[in-house]
């Protein structure tokens, strides 16, 4: 049983990794995702209600049962993206996308990338940051490959943003659009082989989201259906 206060994304955000606790308790409105995999490992609210595995929800004023991993985003609403002074700051602290990934698509881009954080090993090896966006309508570039091999889901934290996803050998043709609204994580957009279609994140206003990376492992046995 574990809570790990992250200081990755301080000052702007206050973090809590959870891992087998029976129950923890929320006051201010937080997010709360549900980092666990398999169907059984829900998150249990009040009222009977629950936030299953790679999903998320806004909560305040309760206690959550069943954690078997979960990543907490404390007084979410606390850092105004309205404000011009928060966004000088964020900007200041956090690298351009360009700096942290060298990928010559991300060069110019307004999207700043706080440091990652890592956790576990083979299969239950976790990575996530925050990424912030300070204009509106900006995409962040098609693409289908990563520098590892896992399972990929984005959280919306603030303001507004949209997963693209293209055909799978044609990054010219959009085939669907998801939206995407504080407290959402998008369905899982692999096919049952792991390949993943032509996408990209494109911000709709100033906005943060999180994209939540799952190594698969080096295990042969995995599928991605099996979760």
Known sequence: MSILQLDFAEPFFS???????????????SMVINLAEHE???????????????KAAMVQDMTI?????????????????????????????????????????HKGLPYYKSPKFCIGEGRNHIELNLCFVSE???????????????????????GYGMMRIYDYDDKEHIHQELNMAPGVVHDKMYDSEGKYPWHE????????????ELDRGNNENYHPTDL
Request: aromatic fraction near 8%; charge should be negative.
């Open 201 to 212: 994140y494109k911000s709709v206003t100033p906005c943060i989201y999180c994209p939540i």
């Open 15 to 29: 973090i809590d990794y959870v891992e087998s606790e029976d129950s923890y308790h929320i006051g201010k409105k």
């Open 40 to 54: 059984h490992e829900n998150i249990f609210l009040d009222g009977e209600r629950t936030v299953v595995p790679l």
């Open 136 to 158: 509106g309508m900006v995409p962040s570039g098609p693409h289908r490959e990563h520098d590892r091999d896992f399972d990929e889901v984005h959280a919306q934290i603030a």
């Open 65 to 105: 049962r069943n954690l078997v991993k979960a990543f907490v985003i404390r007084d979410v609403e606390r850092t105004d993206l309205n404000d011009p002074a928060t966004v000088a700051e964020i900007k200041k602290t956090w690298k351009s996308l360009y700096e942290m990934s060298g990928i010559a698509r």
